[in-house]
């Protein structure tokens, strides 16, 4: 092993150490390592920040951004409380909330679509009078299998079009992921649908989780704002900077029947 190859093999086991750690931000350590393995020489100074300007970069940076304005209309929120039914059997209740999942993470951040859907899940289950985690990791799991669908469902499938591009001249298209990511995630789906579940841990299993936890009250709050109110005329940054004072983000605001979204 060389000097380079130890130095590198050195960096990258300090970066899971300190990820599992989880003291640091994420973004954090990746960036001082990739100042160390720079003063190191591991990387050359040409080369060190090129990533940042990579189409793959560029697009995964682009698809947050539509995820984010699909948060912030509120559709996917007014979709889900005509879907999701407390009262459906819970392989029902997993195959619905699961295909709802994939079909988001397909055109969005996988993270963003589980966390959309989570307080909807947690809202059912209490309902229900039954235990989240048994549609939790079904929900979790399918968010995941949908992002093979499409090009833009997961960022390795954005890293493997580019590359096939430098190196044939050709990228792959949106839904060229399609014929197999979408029988892998029907396949899964229905999988944790029907059998997955039933494989959790029964201690898992138990109604054990706080009530606070379930209510979407606590997440998603509707304010009417009075005539004589002093926040009339302001703009939304400014009352974005007042809300963080109270731990809240503005989501979007309802003028004239016709929603605009915050900058949440």
Not at 101 to 122: E, F, G, Q, R, T
Not at 165 to 171: C, F, H, I, T, V
Request: hydrophobic share 50%.
């Amino acid at each position: 092993m060389t000097v380079d190859q130890s130095i590198l093999f050195t960096l990258l086991v300090l970066v899971f150490v300190f990820l599992i750690w989880g003291r640091w931000r994420y973004d954090l350590v990746a960036f001082v390592a990739l100042l160390a393995a720079l003063l190191t020489g591991v990387v050359p100074k040409e080369q060190a920040f090129s990533g940042f300007g990579h189409p793959a970069t560029v697009i995964i940076a682009l698809v947050l951004v539509v995820s984010r304005g699909l948060s912030n209309s509120g559709v996917i929120e007014l979709l889900g409380r005509y879907i999701v039914d407390a009262t459906r059997k819970l392989s029902s209740h997993i195959a619905v909330m699961a295909g709802l999942a994939a079909s988001l993470s397909a055109l969005m951040n996988n993270v963003a679509a589980l966390a959309l859907l989570m307080p909807l899940d947690l809202q059912a289950a209490k309902k229900a009078g039954r235990s989240p985690s048994l549609s939790l990791m079904p929900l979790s799991f399918a968010s995941i299998l949908g992002g093979m669908i499409t090009l833009i469902g997961t960022p390795p499938n954005i890293v493997i079009a580019e590359f096939r591009n430098d190196a044939l001249g050709e990228s792959f298209s949106m839904f060229d992921f399609a014929p197999v990511g979408l029988a892998c995630a029907s396949v899964g789906v229905a999988y944790v649908a029907i059998i997955g579940w039933r494989l959790l841990p029964a201690g898992r299993t138990e109604k054990n989780a706080p009530n606070d936890l379930f209510d979407l009250a606590d997440y998603i709050t509707e304010v009417r704002v009075p005539e004589n109110s002093s926040v009339i005329g302001k703009r939304v940054s400014e009352l974005d900077q007042i809300a963080e004072k109270s731990d809240v983000e503005i989501l979007g605001l309802t003028r004239k029947g016709k929603r605009m979204p915050g900058l949440a």
